[in-house]
């Protein structure tokens, strides 16, 4: 559906956009996570055709973008950062002349534009200048011009930033109903935003594609270093004594709270579960235990890690192989 | 492009700077008609457009300076860009739009010599071809402010380099008085012109070999034409660059009546290289 080969964009001597490389499917919500700078809207404005690349092609459905834009803009809606707007013209008049810029067939346009400003549910301000809209009814505008004409591939670059929660909830509902149909890209630096509403996600630091996956198996990768969270009325001491003769602990933290408890975090060694050894261990001491529970690391940490630290593990590399990939997120 | 045209078209008479324009020039116009046609009894409505000029030089510039300038600032270029529509095409409906609103006045002064033969003798042939001209020449400033338009985010910038430019070509006549005559400065003139030609095109292309061998091979080929014929440097740059007093050819016919149609040529090629200029500047941004 998208392809983008070795995609690489310099302003200047700043390399904004590191050899992209990745495939997009159909049907399919694909989230750009990234750190603010991270090239998630150059990328995007290199697929939409806005922006020209250094190095490297996108293709639209086996259209090159760059080669045969008409062709390739066909296929796409793009809602920008910011919403081009035309200010001096109702909402009517601005998708009217969208859909003419669209080459929506005369007969359709307006059918087709009554559907969308239900859709978006921007129906009742059609007749109002959009200068004297809100920031959330201009974001719909924006994107009620994105979806004209049904494209295949809608693309919004940070389609939440400035609403409020009630509009992020509705805008996000709107987003998996076009997902039945379409192709939907979204950018975010909201981690939750796009752990809830993406398929899939794909995580751009410094240009560079440093993970793709489902959110789960994100998680799950680096999940394999779990740890057990343990909370009990022993002092610290006691808690390290009780779980030194244990077996597959890889180190364990431990913290006073208020209190008089006590609580500890224990690190396993990979591919060991010592929920049980654990419970035993104490159990045998007669020291009840007030909480066990095994912590797996979020999508947060997972982010954190990959978009701060100059090296990527191992694992995320190889996340990014799509056959594989494809397989695992056909089963959610 | 025909959606950018309407959409453009009525953009001028929304935010007023389209019934400005037509307003100003239909007035302006109409003061010096009843002075010079009406109360003096001089029979030409070509003499009283020729006065209508200054107007353009001011009034073009209001035209042009939105086009580019604003839709990038306000990022609406977004919009166009990414919508299956040629660039050659967006630029080619802003310019019809601005074309149009240029025409609108120009349509209304056909009345006038049609109001001073009712009077008299009138010369009609005179009078609509310089009407005729009026109006090329009113493409050509926009042609060349809508170029500037697109180098610039602000249209105030996009408003007084364009304004400065046509005030330039109004007045090149005498600049043109004040440029050395003699074969040499000819030729140092020409180098001029040839290295700022060499940098425009490593500047748009950033290949260096190309603008280097432009710029090589033309003073190559300059130097020898003037070791070989040195009198047709002679006058040569009040001959080259009197070419670019535009408004030449417009009043040649306001106050001689003469019809330059090398002049309307040079209108139609200089409408063609802007808009063409206009395109390249756009794209240039778009990969850089």
Redesign the interface.
């Known amino acids: 559906m998208i392809e983008v080969r070795n995609l690489v964009k310099k302003?200047g001597t700043h390399l904004a956009v590191d050899h992209l490389d990745f495939k997009i499917e159909s049907g399919r919500i694909y989230g750009f996570l990234g750190p603010n700078g991270a090239g998630k809207s150059t990328t995007m404005?290199i697929m939409?055709?806005?922006?020209?690349a250094t190095e490297g092609e996108v293709l639209i459905d086996g259209h090159d973008i760059l080669k045969e834009?008409?062709?390739a803009?066909?296929h796409?809606g793009?809602l920008?950062e910011?919403p081009?707007?035309?200010?001096?013209?109702t909402v009517r008049?601005y998708l009217e002349?969208?859909a003419?810029?669209?080459?929506i067939p005369k007969a359709k346009r307006e059918e087709e534009i009554t559907e969308i400003e239900k859709l978006v549910k921007i129906k009742d301000v059609e007749h109002r200048l959009i200068k004297n809209l809100s920031k959330g009814y201009r974001q719909r505008v924006g994107l009620a011009?994105a979806v004209l004409g049904f494209p295949e591939i809608i693309i919004l670059d940070e389609p939440s930033v400035g609403l409020d929660p009630k509009q992020i909830i509705e805008i996000r509902e709107l987003i998996r109903k076009l997902a039945k149909n379409h192709t939907v890209i979204l950018s975010s630096h909201i981690l939750a935003e796009v752990r809830e509403v993406c398929d899939y996600i794909l995580i751009i630091s410094k240009g560079k594609l440093v993970a793709s996956d489902t959110p789960e198996n994100l998680e799950k990768m680096l999940g394999e270093h779990n740890s057990v969270e343990i909370e009990t009325e022993a002092s610290p001491a006691e808690v390290r004594l009780i779980l030194k003769n244990v077996p597959g602990i890889e180190c364990v933290e431990t913290q006073e709270t208020g209190d008089g408890l006590t609580q500890a975090k224990i690190t396993e060694k990979k591919g060991e579960d010592i929920r049980e050894r654990v419970f035993t261990a104490f159990a045998s001491a007669k020291t009840p235990l007030l909480t066990l529970k095994a912590a797996g690391m979020t999508l947060e940490d997972v982010f954190m890690e990959l978009t701060q630290s100059d090296t990527v593990p191992d694992a995320f590399i190889s996340g990014t192989k799509w056959e594989e990939a494809g397989t695992d997120a056909g089963d959610l | 492009m025909l959606a950018i045209y309407k959409r453009e078209l009525r953009s001028y008479f929304q935010s007023m700077v389209g019934c400005v324009f037509v307003a100003f020039l239909i007035a302006f116009t109409g003061i010096y008609f009843m002075a010079y046609n009406l109360v003096s009894g001089y029979p030409y409505f070509s003499y009283t457009l020729s006065g209508s000029l200054i107007v353009f030089i001011v009034g073009i510039p209001l035209i042009t300076m939105r086009s580019f300038s604003e839709e990038r600032r306000n990022r609406t270029d977004q919009l166009l860009l990414t919508a299956p529509v040629s660039l050659g095409k967006v630029v080619m409906g802003k310019y019809l739009a601005m074309v149009t609103v240029i025409a609108i006045p120009n349509v209304i002064f056909c009345i006038f010599p049609l109001i001073i033969k009712s009077q008299g003798t009138a010369y009609l042939t005179v009078d609509y071809i310089s009407i005729g001209v009026f109006f090329l020449l009113g493409c050509v400033y926009a042609a060349i402010g809508m170029f500037l338009s697109s180098l610039t985010e602000s249209q105030m910038i996009a408003f007084i380099s364009t304004f400065g430019i046509l005030l330039v070509l109004y007045l090149w006549d005498g600049i043109l008085s004040m440029l050395p005559v003699s074969a040499v400065s000819g030729l140092a003139g020409i180098l001029i012109l040839l290295s700022i030609a060499a940098f425009y095109i490593w500047h748009m292309t950033g290949n260096a070999l190309i603008s280097g061998a432009v710029e090589i091979i033309g003073a190559a080929a300059a130097v020898i034409v003037f070791v070989v014929k040195r009198e047709l440097y002679e006058n040569l740059l009040t001959n080259l660059l009197g070419r670019l007093a535009l408004a030449d050819v417009f009043t040649d016919i306001t106050e001689n009546s003469i019809v330059d149609v090398t002049g309307i040529a040079l209108y139609l090629s200089v409408i063609v290289v802007f808009v063409f200029l206009t395109v390249q500047s756009i794209q240039k941004r778009r990969w850089s």
Do not use: S, W
Not at chain 1, 48 to 52: A, E, K, Q
Not at chain 1, 84 to 89: A, K
Not at chain 1, 100 to 103: A, C, F, R, S
């Open positions: 302003y404005n939409t055709g806005y922006l020209g834009p008409e062709e803009k066909r796409i793009y920008p910011q081009p707007l035309y200010v001096d013209m008049e002349f969208a003419e810029l669209k080459g011009q």
